[in-house]
């Protein structure tokens, strides 16, 4: 199985950014950023989930299509890997957050609605390989921030 290594290097109350690269035993595959709720102690709908292992699954739903569900997040349930460019600030077309406690992937860190805070891009694209990747899922290591 493929695995999936995220080191969290800032958390500045209102998110969580990370690096992640995939890959199929040595061999690096894939290299993306992500973007997560920062650390409110596991909180659900709030939080990132801990630092540690867990095993991902290929998911579909009508909300997010394609995308992967994480699992052995307990007491959390619901926690995906989805397409998404804001956390920490609103969707301009929603008003809201893209994610409630869930990982969203992408190209790089830019500030798409100019509010100072910066989101994530071409997360479409990036979730479209890793779903082309690792079709049947990987295993995910999360390293926190330091």
């Not at 409630?100 to 992937?105: A, D, E, K, P, R």
């Amino acid at each position: 199985m493929k695995k999936l290594l995220i080191k969290r290097f800032k958390d500045d109350g209102k998110q969580t950014q990370g690096r992640a690269i995939l890959f199929d035993g040595d061999k690096k595959l894939l290299d993306f950023v992500t973007l997560e709720p920062p650390w409110l102690n596991n909180a659900i709908g709030k939080s990132c989930i801990p630092a540690g292992t867990y095993t991902v699954k290929p998911r579909w739903s009508a909300k997010y299509g394609n995308h992967f569900i994480i699992e052995g997040t307990s007491p959390r349930e619901w926690v995906l890997f989805h397409v998404g460019n804001y956390i920490g600030s609103k969707n301009p077309k929603t008003g809201t957050s893209d994610s409630t406690g869930c990982i969203l992937v992408g190209y790089s860190f830019v500030d798409i609605n100019r509010d100072g805070i910066l989101d994530i891009s071409a997360s479409r694209a990036k979730m479209d390989a890793l779903l082309n990747l690792a079709p049947e899922g990987f295993q995910l290591e999360i390293i926190g921030v330091k």
